[in-house]
């Protein structure tokens, strides 16, 4: 009993210490957090901040840009049959186009008609993009090269959705990149 009071006057002392040393401890909620229950928003903030972040945020082509890398590097690496580096260009190239649904997933066309991309992207990722990943998975070079040239079917038809049909992508030629081994030994 007179432990438990020594260990609760102690506790009580050093408490009281830091409050003391630490004065900010022992302030009102800082000036700039709202009160509880608080709705009042600053709408020119607001604004500004939408305005800031429509301003940093990559345009479409930036973004198609990577996926293009990815998934130009995804050909070389199921061409070699290295199927674990292939399936990371794989998740690289689709996580790219998901980054792209996020940014504008309504964009317009030239002609000024709004494309629902997302929509397009939904059937693209249960059918092609499907398609590539189990060829992947089973490991099935055969397989892997029908589904890669599928899925640029896909990619060609959803650019010439967004109206942009002279964006023809082909099987790459050359690696966009020497500085990443694409051989299976690598891995």
């Not at 003391?20 to 604004?47: C, F, Y």
């Not at 199921?78 to 790219?96: D, H, I, T, V």
């Not at 029908?146 to 990619?155: F, R, V």
């Amino acid at each position: 009993m007179i432990k438990t009071l020594i260990a609760f006057a102690l506790g009580a002392l050093i408490g009281a210490l830091a409050m003391w040393r630490i004065p900010a401890l022992a302030e009102a909620p800082a000036k700039d957090q709202p009160k509880a229950g608080s709705t009042k928003v600053d709408l020119t903030e607001l604004n500004d901040d939408v305005a800031r972040l429509k301003n940093i945020t990559p345009n479409l082509s930036h973004v198609m840009a990577d996926v293009a890398f990815q998934y130009s590097n995804l050909w070389f690496a199921g061409q070699k049959k290295n199927w674990p580096l292939a399936m990371f260009y794989y998740n690289e190239s689709r996580g790219r186009i998901r980054w792209m649904l996020r940014i504008n997933p309504k964009p317009k066309t030239p002609e000024g008609e709004v494309v629902d991309l997302q929509g397009i992207f939904d059937g693209i990722d249960t059918s092609s993009l499907a398609d590539l990943k189990k060829a992947i998975e089973d490991k099935n070079s055969d397989k892997f090269t029908s589904a890669y040239k599928l899925m640029l079917d896909s990619c060609y038809s959803c650019h010439k959705s967004a109206g942009r049909p002279y964006l023809r992508p082909v099987i790459p030629t050359a690696p966009p990149q020497s500085i990443i081994s694409y051989s299976p030994d690598a891995s």
